[in-house]
């Protein structure tokens, strides 16, 4: 739980984010122009909103319409041993099964989590030229030293190994210790596949390890037919900065960029209790596709707000949480393409109650307890001063938008 704090925290900076000082209408992650809200009402912000969700899905659900999708599960059924064997085969493949189930998560997973370190299976002690011999049904192997390639019919029908994979992967000189058992950490792993003779994915990828194994730097761009899929983490130990992103020819579906500055040392994240033992600030972007939320948090003032509270009675805590959210933050929601505000936010604490009732033998009389307990949400404020909860705003206006994504969480 405490490894996943700091990222925990500059996902908040998607929430929320700035020092109080810094606070303008316009935050710095913001577009350099003046925003105007827009003229639009709430309802019909709701439909706009509610479209702009429906188009992002509609462009997901044609990712296993590609190409690179048929010759990957081609590849599995064929089952060459050695795509388990190693950290590129196992991305490529993962990375398939991804992308066919329209799994975008599982696709950046692949990415991220099957080469952060092994400890055998690097491509190079693979070497060699693949190629299946449809006849025999068998795959034979041609020796190479320098050399990684798979050859192999791309669909079941075809009668010519028509899908070419290359592959390479470079070890840095740098190791890992987790639980006594030593990884080795890539440096760079690229690949291709090709069909017919065009590409239709393409992995590059580079990272940079300090001596300790502590991540500096990630650089990940996978090209998925018409999809692209990018990673960008750089660490200096002092500020991180990360970006994710998805598109479609030219079009941006989604992206999030977030900096976080404060102690981004990995090894000492284990000994955090607080947001404010690793970031002092952070900022976050959130784009799908024309609607952008962008805010700055001074998570170290909100931080020692909060731990200034705790001994205060439960209803006033949640208050004065609230106002430090409100008073360190600064977020909105904005049209990307017309530079129009959608809503600003605020924070505030929302008393909830619960009933109970019970049979009291002294008094002979059934008695109600009532128990109040308190949580903070985000409201948006709106051009004509109208405020709504986020929660009210998400569950009553996007109905066919909320089926849309059920159906797609299920897929996971």
């Known amino acids: 739980m ?62 296993p319409n590609e190409k690179f999708i048929g010759a990957l599960t081609r590849l599995a059924e064929l089952d060459l041993e050695i795509m388990s064997n190693t950290v590129v085969g196992r991305q490529i493949i993962s990375t398939g099964f991804a992308a066919k189930s329209k799994n975008v998560n599982g696709i950046f997973s692949a990415l991220t989590s099957a080469n952060t370190g092994v400890k055998s299976g690097a491509l190079n002690e693979f070497y060699g030229i693949y190629t299946f011999d449809s006849k025999l049904n ?11 390639e798979i050859s192999y019919p791309a669909t079941a029908s075809a009668t010519e190994n028509n899908a070419v994979i290359t592959a390479t992967y470079t070890a840095s000189k740098v190791t890992a210790s987790v639980d006594g058992t030593t990884y080795e950490l890539p440096a760079a792993v690229n690949a291709t596949l090709k069909v017919d003779g065009k590409e239709e994915l393409k992995l590059t990828s580079a990272y940079e390890f300090n001596a300790d194994g502590t991540p500096l730097k990630t650089n990940v761009n996978l090209a998925l037919g018409s999809f692209t899929l990018k990673i960008d983490v750089g660490n200096d130990l002092k500020v991180l900065k990360s970006s994710v992103s ?65 001994n205060l009675p439960e209803k006033e805590r949640y208050k004065k949480d609230a106002e430090a959210y409100t008073a360190n933050s600064n977020i909105l929601a904005f049209y990307k393409a017309e530079n129009a505000i959608i809503a600003k936010s605020e924070f505030v604490s929302v008393e909830n109650s619960y009933s109970y009732t019970y049979y009291d033998y002294e008094k002979k009389e059934n008695v109600t307890i009532t128990q109040y307990y308190y949580n903070m949400e985000p409201r948006l404020v709106f051009k004509d001063g109208s405020k709504l909860s986020m929660e009210a705003f998400k569950s009553s206006g996007f109905s066919k938008l909320a089926k849309e994504f059920e159906d797609y969480a299920k897929r996971f």
Request: hydrophobic share 35%; net charge positive; charged share 25%.
């Open 2 to 63: 405490k490894k996943n704090i700091l990222f925990s925290a500059l996902l908040l900076g998607a929430l929320v984010s700035c020092k109080k000082k810094d606070l303008n209408p316009e935050p710095p992650v913001l577009p350099p122009v003046k925003l105007e809200y827009s003229k639009l009402s709430v309802e019909e912000h709701k439909k706009t909103l509610e479209d702009n969700g429906i188009n992002f899905l509609a462009k997901i659900n044609t990712l």
């Open 138 to 148: 068998k795959w034979t192997k041609t020796a190479s030293s320098d050399k990684f």
């Open 246 to 310: 998805i598109s479609k020819g030219t079009e941006t579906l989604f992206s999030l960029n977030t900096t976080g500055n404060g102690n981004t040392n990995f090894n000492l994240i284990k000994d955090a209790e607080r947001f404010g033992d690793l970031l002092k600030d952070a900022n976050t972007s959130m784009q799908i596709m024309n609607i952008q939320v962008a805010g700055q948090i001074d998570i170290k003032a909100i931080d020692d707000a909060t731990k200034a509270n705790e």
